[in-house]
């Protein structure tokens, strides 16, 4: 009984000490962790605006696609949302402008080689960029599940920009 004991305070002992270490490692790194999220959004950010000035906005929406919403110092606000593909995750920005798409940027996307990864493309951004709110976000033929659902989140991004005030 007495080693039971024993080994149980040993273990509570080691635990605390280790559970120290930790909050200490974790108390002298907060800062530099949070300044590389915050410079790997911005490295993504300047996809589409090069030169802009970026704000975090707080929201709520309910679709739950929108991850983050940024205005930018021109008046568009850019969404970063994250959908199912076909065969796994994408996540993308889209800006919005004058309630049209001013800018599309994949920020990462692992589809069917071909023909998924076409949302990728130059051509694709092109293609949506100028979509107004009250039109239908362009789809690709063979990948139209993919394209399908960036179009259910590009819908989520009107919506909210809606409440947010944006033109």
Do not use: H, Q, W
């Amino acid at each position: 009984m007495k080693r039971i004991i024993y080994l149980a305070c040993f273990l509570a002992a080691i635990s605390a000490i280790a559970g120290g270490i930790l909050a200490f490692v974790n108390d002298m790194t907060y800062e530099r962790i949070n300044e590389m999220a915050i410079a790997s959004e911005k490295e993504n950010l300047v996809k589409i605006y090069p030169s802009g000035a970026f704000e975090e906005v707080t929201f709520s929406e309910d679709s739950g696609l929108i991850e983050k919403v940024f205005k930018v110092d021109n008046g568009a606000y850019i969404y970063k949302i994250s959908v199912y593909g076909y065969k796994d995750y994408v996540s993308y920005l889209v800006a919005i402008k004058d309630d049209t798409i001013d800018g599309f940027a994949v920020i990462s996307v692992n589809d069917t080689p071909g023909y998924g990864m076409r949302i990728d493309e130059p051509e694709y951004a092109d293609l949506l960029k100028g979509t107004a709110v009250n039109e239908d976000v362009p789809l690709i033929s063979g990948v139209t599940i993919t394209t399908g659902n960036v179009a259910k989140g590009i819908t989520a991004a009107f919506t909210l920009n809606d409440s947010l005030g944006g033109n």
